[in-house]
């Protein structure tokens, strides 16, 4: 069993920066992937990011690349998103997930969730 608690969302005006994190209890952090989601209003959850367990490799969705950076620190059993040039349609509900597959790019595939951020981007 892993919990998950994201903090560090807010309100921040276009083209600023905000600094995600996730933190985790439980067993074996560093055994599981771990991305972010998120969800803006009336709209499906969407794959941000996702981190191996070791931290070696990366995958980011194309509304994000370039602008954000995931990483983690398993001796802390910690993930952070970090998010630069900030957009309005960056705005969403943020979520941390763990799964036991780095591929893995669908909420399905996640095991476990946090209970979300949110960041609010104003024009």
């Known amino acids: 069993q892993v919990q998950l608690v994201e903090s560090g969302g807010g309100l921040v005006q276009a083209g600023g920066s905000l600094r995600l994190s996730c933190a985790a209890s439980g067993r074996a952090f560093s055994s599981y992937a771990m991305g972010w989601f998120r969800q803006a209003p009336g709209k499906e959850r969407e794959f941000v990011a996702v981190?191996?367990?070791?931290?070696?490799?990366?995958r980011y969705a194309n509304s994000v690349k370039g602008r954000c950076t995931i990483s983690r620190d398993n001796a802390e059993n910690t993930v952070f998103l970090q998010m630069n040039s900030l957009k309005p349609e960056d705005t969403a509900v943020y979520y941390c997930?763990?799964?036991?597959?780095?591929?893995?790019?669908?909420?399905?595939?996640?095991?476990?969730w946090g209970q979300g951020t949110q960041v609010t981007v104003s024009s």
């Open positions: 997930a763990a799964s036991s597959n780095y591929y893995a790019g669908t909420t399905g595939q996640y095991i476990y």
């Open positions: 981190i191996s367990g070791l931290g070696r490799s990366t």
